[in-house]
């Protein structure tokens, strides 16, 4: 693509953010379907948020992302904050719509359709997701309004059960419960899909899995949404145990998908993003 007085941009922001993998996945994006954007990282410390937006905001910048630590906060500095979002506690998204900053989150939405697009249906099933942290909790909102029985799983206990509580209005029947292998093996004896979205077994904790080997079935779909290692331990063992799994790479691309439609209103090159992705984290190895 050929930068011009014409190229908007779009970035993430965060800190740290230069391990991010959205700038490959969006600008593979925007070259695919031949929109005349860029997308770029910024590192951006707590203290300099609010400038940093209201900066985006005069430079015309055209979308963010958002990522750590900025996911709440960043809700302050917004004139307009979706729904979803507001529900969630925490944008991971930004539009600039003529000057007016619109917040979302495309995390429960990304994460619920990457296991729809890896066949895995979720209307009228049972799904035992494990964290109550900030994935877990954009996961969540989603999952209880699309599958028939939501079982949080959360080591520190109040967490779940808090998260149950704010979801009670939705059509799933929703509890939260205390992560351990007694309760894992109740739950997952009826499960339909089980979500990992704790951060155990993510890099350098590859050997570690939030499920022992023994409870995993064939009847079980599983989703880790950690993607550094690509393959976790918890993906290995279902894998293993003959489970349909589905890598967290998945997620980011779906999330990342779901953000670009609501930059550009055009539908999102998925399989280019996926490849540059995945070119990318091969890499890195
Ligand atoms: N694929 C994607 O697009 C995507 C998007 C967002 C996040 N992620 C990944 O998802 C993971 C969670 O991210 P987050 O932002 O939700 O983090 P977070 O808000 O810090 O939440 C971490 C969760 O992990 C649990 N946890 C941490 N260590 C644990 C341990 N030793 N045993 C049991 N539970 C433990 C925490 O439980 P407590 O409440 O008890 O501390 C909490 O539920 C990270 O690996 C992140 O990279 C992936």
Redesign the pocket.
Known sequence: MTISGKTRVCAIIGDPVQHSLSPVIHNAAFNEVGLNLVYVAFNVGVTELKDAILGAKTLGIHGLNIT?PHKHSVMNYLDKINMTAKNIGAVNTILNKNGILIGYNT?GA?AMLALKENGICTEEKKLVLL??????KAIAYQAAQEVEELVIL???VE?AKQLAKILHSFNAKVIGKM?SNNVLYKELTTANILVN????G?YPDNNNS?VPSDLLTSDLCVMD????PLNTKLLNDAKYAGAKTVS??D??IY?GAVAFEIWTKCTAPVEVMKKAALNELINRV
């Open positions: 750590m995390d990304g964290g109550a942290g900030g994935a877990a959360n080591r520190t967490k992560l979205a704790t951060s155990v993510m939030p949404i950690i993607y550094n967290g790479v997620m980011l999330q």
